[in-house]
């Protein structure tokens, strides 16, 4: 069974910093693509930073410079690294992947709260 589990998400004040964790399991870690997503209510879901197998970055316009995403093979896990955090970047946050070659992300986990106050 495939799972995804984020862990991490809270509240933080404008200015801080959050570190987002993802452990896959069931899953051959290295030959997928990790992504963040995040989605604020009223708003659509956006795709916030991705790394693939090997190790190539992609940021939306509204993370770039702040966050950063990595990940620990041996552990099966994705990591989001928030820094400067302001108060726009309130979502759930959620942790996907996908084999390369493959367009849909397969695989979701059910999310986590980030709140950062003013």
């Known amino acids: 069974q495939v799972q995804l589990v984020e862990s991490g998400g809270g509240l933080v004040q404008a200015g801080g910093s959050l570190r987002l964790s993802c452990a896959a399991s069931?899953?051959?870690?290295?030959?997928?693509?990790m992504a963040w997503f995040r989605q604020a209510p009223g708003k659509e879901r956006e795709l916030a930073a991705y790394?693939?197998?090997?190790?190539?970055?992609y940021y939306a316009d509204s993370v770039k410079g702040r966050f950063a995403i990595s990940r620990d093979n041996a552990k099966n896990t994705v990591y989001l690294q928030m820094n400067s955090l302001k108060p726009e970047d309130t979502a759930v946050y959620y942790c996907?992947?996908?084999?390369?070659?493959?367009?849909?992300?397969?695989?979701w986990g059910q999310g986590t709260q980030v709140t950062v106050s003013s």
């Open positions: 790394i693939s197998s090997g190790g190539t970055t």
């Open positions: 996907a992947c996908r084999r390369i070659g493959v367009s849909k992300y397969e695989y």
């Open positions: 069931g899953v051959s870690f290295t030959n997928y693509l």
